[in-house]
């Protein structure tokens, strides 16, 4: 397997972004990236994926209501090679379609803290779980993040140059939402992006680009296990990209905080092993195995409930528990504690 680093939701002037998509690109490759997907709202651009220098950007969408919503029930679209917004009022047969068509439909930002007053507790986003046959959702925002914090002028002016003090993970309500789903027996998919619009933000006079492209691509990533090393070829490592994104073999990681490059968690019991996002049949003894780039408190849930943790770089775990295993690391960063590695599940059955 071959690890990418890919961004998985951004935005360019089609919608309410700041930097059209050859610039988008320029500014992954500063951050170290391979692959960017613009997602920009309600509208699928055609005509503009491609190799530009070293990245590989390539276009979804960002599928809501229009007419009804504005914050709510956003759906991210990958791999489908239509215009998919007319199907926005409708979320059932938005993802039929789309899964007609062979794409992927991820939830944006499913839940936010609530931006009212000093209320900071968790709303879904996302009201529409009774839907079927979705692929994942985001399990971390980066600018949902950030911007869910209403802060008082001399705060926003210091949150703006360190915009990192507001980033401390994905939600909990987040992630009890993905265990319960993937607990009940279904494959989600959990990728995490940076949602780049390069704009500023500020009060009154006072406006600073607080997330240029450049810097949020070097925060929330996607990193994706593909099959062989990229090969320039758009059409083929385009292929690559969203399998394995269909797959779940792939995690998220907060790379400001150190580089997630390098994680690995797998599985293994009797001849079969599998990695993130793979299902594995039990035979006897389960030997599960996290490795992290450098040190970290890691912890093994299983169905949402931590059944090891520590503080390294290594965590073995040998269990005969059936059941849906993921991985969460947290390192100190900035005087905090904060998220930083979540691994797709392996789904020992
Ligand atoms: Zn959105």
Redesign the pocket.
Known sequence: MFEIIVNTQLHTPYSDGRRYHADVAKEAARAGLQAVIATD?NVRVFGVEGYYGGVLLLTGE?VHNRRKESGNN?CLIYNCDEEMSPYGPTPQKLIDEVCRRGGMTFF??PFRREPRGRDDRVAPCWTRWDVRNFTGIEIWNHQTEYKSWRLNFPITAFASLFPSLLISGPYRATLRKWDELTSGGRRIVGIGGS?AHGSSRGIGPYRRKVFPYEYAFRCVNTHMLIDEPLTGDAAKDKTMIYAAMQAGHCFVSYDLSAPGKGFIFNAQSGADQASMGDELPRRGAIHLYAECPSSGHIRLLRNGKPVAEMHGRILRHTTTDTGVYRVEVYRRFRALKRGWIFSNPIYVR
């Open positions: 709202h960002e956003h944006s930002h949602d």
